[in-house]
């Protein structure tokens, strides 16, 4: 089993990829996610903000690996304690399936993403900038995979 990110945004500020690397880092091989950035659709004063997020919907849609379980990354999704997502990863890495995680842009995923989606996860009720949700992605990846092994990093 393979975790994939898909996230929209290229040339994310440091402190985003020092945040992102300093957690992915401490994963084992097995557990370690490869991240897909995918180029943001074009956004201007005049341009189409519907047009900006099909494209980036369009490029996704092409990164999704063939026969990938789709979890969308959006605040209306299900939340989950740090234990039903250990959960869930247990689940995911028996199933031999790859994971596809998908984070959206600054105007967040489009429709047809929604409903490609087999899962749909809300780290939070609040909207968060996309380039802040790589790094609690990769924290909450790290604290699962810690509570996983019976790591001493997650605390009741």
Not at 107 to 116: F, N
Request: proline fraction near 6%.
């Amino acid at each position: 089993m393979h975790i994939h990110i898909l996230a929209v945004g290229q040339k994310m500020p440091a402190w985003v990829s020092t945040g992102y690397d300093e957690f992915i880092k401490r994963l084992p091989k097995e557990f370690t996610p490869l991240l897909k950035e995918i180029p943001p659709g074009r956004r201007s004063k005049n341009s189409d903000l519907k047009r900006a997020i099909a494209e980036e919907s369009e490029r996704i849609l092409q990164a999704i690996p063939k026969d990938c379980l789709v979890v969308a990354l959006d605040e209306k999704g299900k939340s989950w304690t740090t234990r039903q997502l250990a959960e869930q990863m247990s689940d995911w890495t028996s199933s031999g399936r790859d994971i596809a995680l998908i984070v959206g842009g600054p105007d967040g995923l489009s429709t047809e993403i929604k409903q490609r989606a087999d899962m749909k996860w809300s780290l939070s009720a609040l909207t968060l900038p996309h380039a802040l949700v790589r790094v609690l992605l990769a924290e909450q990846l790290y604290r699962a995979w810690s509570l996983i092994t019976n790591h001493p990093y997650h605390r009741d």
